[in-house]
């Protein structure tokens, strides 16, 4: 049914390598490393070789190339990418606190990422594609939500389908008005990946059990509960529910886990595979991305994965 599409953000990130309160003290950062929710999500996508695209935008600048290159690599359709003349690619930079929380400064509303809009290139991509992927990130800027919601109609009228992990930060703007898109999102999707209390927030709803039955009320067919390092669960409309557990690592950057887990796990789904695989594939992805630092730099593809999956032990 045609690829999957991703729509909003692309940045770099640069990482703070100790553990502190404040940037000052965050000496040395790392980076830039390509990054944005969407973009990780996409390239996991592209690493396990389902048939990847992004839709947004960077800046005419080593950024921007960075995130071009790796996609490109990755085999990511960058088509429908635009290059901003004259606005620069959007960055973030992330910090680690000791409780193991963390800090994002982000640089999006002033950059390429704040300003894509439905250009040809979009809509050639949009009218093939099968499947969009959205992130709730992407919300934060509202000249993505047109672009979502036209995709979203002509990928719905072709029969293709549609999924949304929350991806809520504290830094990025929720007013109404991003709330209610994030609604009606959560209205039409057919998958959602939610983490710990998006899952309520999705539904609004509070308890587990009562947040998954809402959702499904609502029109949802398939929820994966990402848990961290306690694993994922699968809840489907039949009543159905699998849990998977995390395999073990040591943790050395966390940030990207979900997106890794995201791509992996819908790529292998739209490959066909039974819900119990994919969720192995997709907790092989984000376990590995968390061992390295950087947000996308443990994303692995499909054959990098069995090898993790073979050689690496999972909790009990
Ligand atoms: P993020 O917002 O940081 O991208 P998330 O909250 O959306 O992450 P997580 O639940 O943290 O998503 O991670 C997704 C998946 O990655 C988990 O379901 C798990 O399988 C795997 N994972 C994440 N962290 C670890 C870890 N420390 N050890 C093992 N597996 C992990």
Redesign the pocket.
């Known amino acids: 049914l045609g690829p999957t599409i991703c729509v909003g953000e692309i940045l770099v990130e640069i990482v703070a390598t100790t553990v502190g309160d404040g940037f000052r003290q965050a000496q040395p950062l790392v980076g830039p490393y390509p990054s944005g929710?969407p973009a990780?999500f996409i390239d996991q996508c592209g690493r396990i070789g389902g048939s990847a695209a992004m839709i947004g935008a960077v800046g005419d600048d080593d950024f921007g190339r960075v995130n071009l290159d790796r996609l490109i690599r990755d085999g990511v359709d960058v088509s429908a990418i635009a290059v901003d003349a004259t606005l620069p690619t959007g960055s973030a930079f992330v910090r680690y606190r000791a409780d193991g929380s963390?800090d994002f400064v982000y640089n999006i509303a002033t950059s390429a990422a704040a300003r894509f809009g439905w250009t040809p290139a979009v809509a050639g991509l949009a009218a093939r594609a099968g499947h969009l992927h959205v992130m709730g990130s992407a919300l934060s800027m509202p000249n993505a939500w047109g672009v979502i919601e036209q995709a979203a109609q002509l990928i719905k009228v072709r029969g293709g389908s549609i999924s949304l992990?929350p991806?809520l930060r504290k830094e990025l703007r929720y007013d109404e008005a991003t709330e209610a898109q994030f609604a009606r999102l959560v209205a039409m999707s057919d998958l959602l990946?939610?983490?710990?209390e998006?899952l309520e927030r999705a539904a609004g709803v509070t308890g587990e059990a009562a947040a998954v039955a809402r959702l499904f009320e609502m029109g949802v067919t398939e929820i994966v509960l990402?848990?961290?390092?306690?694993?994922?669960t699968c809840f489907q409309r039949d009543g159905s529910r699998i849990d998977?557990a995390?395999?073990?690592?040591d943790?050395v950057d966390?940030?990207?886990?979900?997106?890794?887990?995201?791509g992996a796990y819908l790529a292998c789904r739209r490959l066909g595979m039974p819900v119990e695989q994919a969720l192995g594939y997709?907790?092989?992805?984000?376990?590995r991305?968390?061992t390295r630092r950087g947000?996308m730099e443990g994303a692995g593809t499909r054959a990098e994965l069995d090898d993790f999956i073979r050689t690496t032990k999972r909790?009990a």
Request: net charge negative; hydrophobic share 35%; with cysteine.
């Open positions: 929710a990780i963390r992990d991806n990946l939610p983490s710990g998006e990402k848990r961290g390092d306690e694993g994922a998977a995390a395999f073990v690592v943790e966390p940030t990207g886990a979900g997106d890794c887990f995201g997709g907790c092989a992805a984000g376990a991305n968390v947000p909790r």
